[in-house]
T-cell receptor
Framework: EAGVTQFPSHSVIEKGQTVTLRCDPI?????LYWYRRVMGKEIKFLLH????????ESGMPNNRFLAERTGGTYSTLKVQPAELEDSGVYFC?????????????FGPGTRLLVL | GNSVTQMEGPVTLSEEAFLTINCTYTATGYPSLFWYVQYPGEGLQLLLKATKADDKGSNKGFEATYRKETTSFHLEKGSVQVSDSAVYFCALTDLGGTSYGKLTFGQGTILTVHP
């Protein structure tokens, strides 16, 4: 069974440009989460999809970030326009279940550097 | 709100030494507790978990006990190996919150084990 995959693995862009990150969860997992780790700080929650619906987007930093999950399969996270403070590692995770105790399976992350 | 505090790193040990990484938490509801590990160049993977008070999670020689009275979930291993070198994250999900499954992480502890 394939794990969670993320694309690209690395991205270097200039301030003001747009970047789109993609996450493919484990097949059949209804829950998809996005997290971010800014250098030197803890991993922080961004948002949670259940199938194609946003269950919780309380962690999204501002309206420059837009997440979608069309058809309840893969998800994209777009940053437009990117700012220096958006640099960090973006993780995606998926799980199945609704009790909140389930194991989340993480992708390898996308390392974003905004210059 | 919820929070997780881990002992500051980095931690450097010799092979076969005893390991303890402290983790304490604050939660508003009924948290489940997790330890995730990130090996070099890889994504996060679940190491162990405990879903209620006094539960002990264990895996690969690592153990942690959910202590409600001290709000702690310390990670221990009796004899570390070089292959245990990684970053360790303590985390919780809180069923009393608005988003089930949302992980709150500690800042991570870097462990380096020397031969």
């Amino acid at each position: 069974e394939a794990g969670v995959t993320q694309f690209p693995s690395h991205s270097v862009i200039e301030k003001g440009q747009t970047v789109t990150l993609r996450c493919d969860p484990i097949s059949g997992h209804d829950n998809l989460y996005w997290y971010r780790r800014v250098m030197g700080k803890e991993i922080k929650f961004l948002l949670h999809f259940v199938k194609e619906s946003k269950q919780d987007e309380s962690g999204m930093p501002n309206n420059r970030f837009l997440a979608e999950r069309t058809g309840g399969t893969y998800s994209t996270l777009k940053v437009q326009p990117a700012e220096l403070e958006d640099s960090g590692v973006y993780f995606c995770a998926s799980s199945q279940g609704w009790r909140g105790q389930e194991t989340q399976y993480f992708g390898p992350g996308t390392r974003l550097l905004v210059l | 709100g919820n929070s997780v505090t881990q002992m500051e790193g980095p931690v450097t040990l010799s092979e076969e030494a005893f390991l303890t990484i402290n983790c304490t938490y604050t939660a508003t509801g009924y948290p489940s507790l997790f330890w995730y590990v990130q090996y070099p160049g890889e994504g996060l993977q679940l190491l162990l978990k405990a879903t209620k008070a006094d539960d002990k999670g264990s895996n690969k020689g690592f153990e942690a006990t959910y202590r409600k009275e001290t709000t702690s979930f310390h990670l221990e291993k009796g004899s570390v190996q070089v292959s245990d070198s990684a970053v360790y994250f303590c985390a919780l999900t809180d069923l009393g919150g608005t988003s089930y499954g949302k992980l709150t992480f500690g800042q991570g502890t870097i462990l380096t084990v020397h031969p």
